[in-house]
């Protein structure tokens, strides 16, 4: 079981907006940088969000985070069929003194 | 253009030894901190190890804690993972990633190398 816990799937038509939750602690969300990583299938994870809400150069604005307290929130708008993926949550756990990640959420975009 | 390589998986016996590296390019090596992320066939993403940029602080995930060293060598732009007394379990493609995933998040990602521990 993962310290971060995340709904296993999602699904939405193409062109809604569909949100992935991160559930955590005080020791982890709550005090800690969330980033979001997408994995397309046979892929290496890719960073989408890093220090709760920044995205790096090249990820389009279609995707958001956002954090309170102990849980965070990916966004994504204006679906399409190349968003399906698996998404993952991650941050550092100061309980821990260790990186932890979300079990993931599957996208389907139906 | 940020490259990372990794290098050294292998099928190796329960209770071996390996040594995986990570060459990285196009960036300046000495300033990130590095990060080792490992995924089991068909499962999720599981932090492994991370070091700072100096190697003065490293840390691991309970499951490798005293089998497992991270360490750096910021003349040959490399981070190793050495890797002991390997479990079944262990068996995972392993990641070498640019950064921490709570500073910068892990912006960089290899294309990871197969580690199987079988008899």
């Known amino acids: 079981q993962s310290v971060l816990t995340q709904p296993p799937s999602v699904s939405a038509a193409p062109g809604q907006k569909v949100t992935i939750s991160c559930s955590g602690s005080?020791?982890?969300?709550?005090?800690?940088?969330i980033s979001w990583y997408q994995q397309l299938p046979g892929a290496a994870p890719k960073l989408l969000i890093y220090?709760?809400?920044k995205r790096p150069s090249g990820i389009p604005d279609r995707f958001s985070g956002s954090k309170s307290d102990t849980s965070a929130t990916l966004g994504i708008t204006g679906l399409q069929t190349g968003d399906e993926a698996i998404y993952y949550c991650?941050?550092?756990?100061?309980?821990?003194?260790?990186?932890?990640f979300g079990g993931g959420t599957k996208l389907s975009v139906l | 253009e940020v490259q990372l390589v990794e290098s050294g998986g292998v099928l190796v016996q329960p209770g071996g030894s390996l040594r995986l590296s990570c060459a990285a390019s196009?960036?300046?090596?000495?300033?990130?901190?590095m990060t080792w992320v490992r995924q089991p066939p068909g499962k999720g993403l599981e932090w492994v190890s991370s070091?700072?940029?100096?190697?003065?602080?490293?840390y691991y995930a309970d499951s490798v804690q005293g089998r497992f060293t991270i360490s750096r060598d910021n003349s040959k732009n490399t981070v190793y993972l050495r890797m002991n007394s390997l479990r079944a379990e262990d068996t995972a493609v392993y990641y070498c990633?640019?950064?921490?995933?709570?500073?910068?998040?892990?912006?960089?990602w290899g294309q990871g190398t197969l580690v199987s521990v079988s008899s």
């Open positions: 990633a640019k950064g921490g995933i709570s500073t910068t998040g892990l912006d960089y």
């Open positions: 196009g960036f300046t090596f000495r300033t990130y901190a």
């Open positions: 070091i700072d940029t100096g190697s003065d602080d490293t």
């Open positions: 005080s020791s982890n969300i709550g005090n800690n940088y």
């Open positions: 220090e709760n809400n």
């Open positions: 991650g941050t550092w756990d100061s309980s821990l003194s260790a990186g932890v």
